[in-house]
């Protein structure tokens, strides 16, 4: 069957170490892969999109890692902060039979906490 | 920057009666969604839509659901007569044409059927 699995429910952390976050799947093929923000009562807030054929992704204090022989994607919060205390989502993207844009298909989420 | 919009951010109806959700999409995109999120649960996929018609839907998305884009500027989902498990959060996304670019969300309707 088809799964997309987020390693932990919750992650607790120590402000500035750096927060690594799991996201494994089977049975999809993903065309691309993103991770998105969400905090309580809010819509989900793109962070980052990595594509099949790439390998990392970076943006400021943000890094995803994308596997395709594993089927998983590590993202990486460095030099962590309390402000970065939300959940994160990893969702796979892929594509209709026209070869466009499809659906997204979320994991569950990770909620990490960054302690001062 | 430009943001996707949703109306109401709180819905509250009887079981049976019909409600209708509104978005409005960034308005140089193509490609609509609705996704919804029950309590604690992940965000699922509802349905797509590009040019004026399902692009997909889920087995979620039933006879009981339909989405419209009624002029240029809004989008929006109906649930024809609702069920206590209709009781979610309810997001519309929208994104460019071009595969692969990210979807961005509304805030989402809270909806909770009595």
């Known amino acids: 069957s088809q799964k997309i699995e987020q390693n932990s429910e919750a992650l607790n952390i120590q402000e500035g170490k750096t927060a690594t976050l799991t996201c494994n799947y089977t049975n999809y093929s993903p065309a691309y892969l993103q991770w998105y923000r969400q905090d309580p009562g809010r819509g989900p807030v793109f962070l980052l999109l990595i594509r099949e054929n790439e390998k990392e992704k970076r943006k400021e204090r943000l890094k995803v890692t994308f596997d395709t022989t594993l089927k998983q994607s590590l993202f990486h919060i460095t030099a962590s902060q309390p402000a970065d205390s939300a959940t994160y989502l990893c969702a796979l993207g892929l594509l209709n039979y026209g070869g466009s844009q499809g659906n997204l298909i979320f994991g569950k989420g990770t909620k990490l906490s960054v302690k001062p | ?114």
Not at chain 2, 8 to 21: A, K, N, Y
Not at chain 2, 34 to 60: A, D
Not at chain 2, 79 to 94: G, H, N, Q, V
Request: glycine share 6%.
């Open chain 2, 1 to 114: 920057e430009p943001e996707v919009t949703q109306t109401p951010s709180h819905q509250v109806t009887q079981m049976g009666q019909e409600v209708i959700l509104r978005c409005v999409p960034i308005s140089n995109h193509l490609y609509f969604y609705w996704y919804r999120q029950i309590l604690g649960q992940k965000v699922e996929f509802l349905v797509s839509f590009y040019n004026n018609e399902i692009s997909e839907k889920s087995e979620i998305f039933d006879d009981q659901f339909s989405v419209e884009r009624p002029d240029g500027s809004n989008f929006t989902l109906k649930i024809r007569s609702t069920k206590l498990e209709d009781s979610a959060m309810y997001f519309c996304a929208s994104s460019p044409l071009r595969e692969g670019q990210p979807q961005h969300f509304g805030d989402g309707t809270r909806l909770s059927i009595l």
